[in-house]
C-alpha cells in the first residue's frame, strides 16, 4: 500500500510560479515511479508529468512541457511539481499518482487532490 498526500495549491496570478508537493508512505519510495494529474471543472483528468524511478526519465503533457518540471527526492519520499509562468487554462485539482510495479493497473494509488486557481 502506498499512501500520497499533495500540498502547495492555491489561488495565484497568470504569469506567477507555484510548486506542489507529494510526500508518499508505505511502500518503498524509491523503487516506483510517480506522475501528477490534474482535473479540471468538467473536464476528464488527464495527464501532467511522469517520473521514472532513479535514473530517473521525465514525460510532459505537450502543453506544460517548457513551464513545468516535475522532479523527486527520494530521501524525502517526495515529488515536485515546479510550475512556472502559469495560465488560467491550469487550473485545476492536481493529483499525485504512484505507479507501482506489480499493482495491475498503473497508478494503483493517488492522493487527494490540492487545487491551483489561476487568476487572469
Known amino acids: 500500500q502506498v499512501q500520497l498526500v499533495e500540498s502547495g495549491g492555491r489561488l495565484v496570478q497568470e504569469g506567477d510560479s507555484l510548486r506542489l508537493s507529494c510526500v508518499a508512505s508505505?511502500?518503498?519510495?524509491?523503487?516506483?515511479?510517480m506522475g501528477w494529474f490534474r482535473q479540471a471543472p468538467g473536464q476528464d483528468r488527464e495527464f501532467v508529468a511522469r517520473?521514472?524511478?532513479?535514473?530517473?526519465?521525465?514525460n510532459y503533457k505537450s502543453s506544460v512541457k517548457g513551464r513545468f518540471t516535475i522532479s523527486r527526492d527520494d530521501s524525502k519520499n517526495t515529488v515536485y511539481l515546479q510550475m512556472n509562468r502559469l495560465k488560467s487554462d491550469d487550473t485545476a485539482i492536481y493529483y499525485c499518482?504512484?505507479?507501482?510495479?506489480?499493482?495491475?493497473?498503473?497508478?494503483?494509488?493517488w492522493g487527494q487532490g490540492t487545487q491551483v486557481t489561476v487568476s487572469s
Open positions: 517520473i521514472s524511478r532513479s535514473p530517473t526519465i521525465t
Open positions: 499518482a504512484a505507479d507501482v510495479p506489480g499493482s495491475g493497473v498503473a497508478y494503483a494509488y
Open positions: 508505505g511502500r518503498s519510495f524509491s523503487t516506483y515511479a
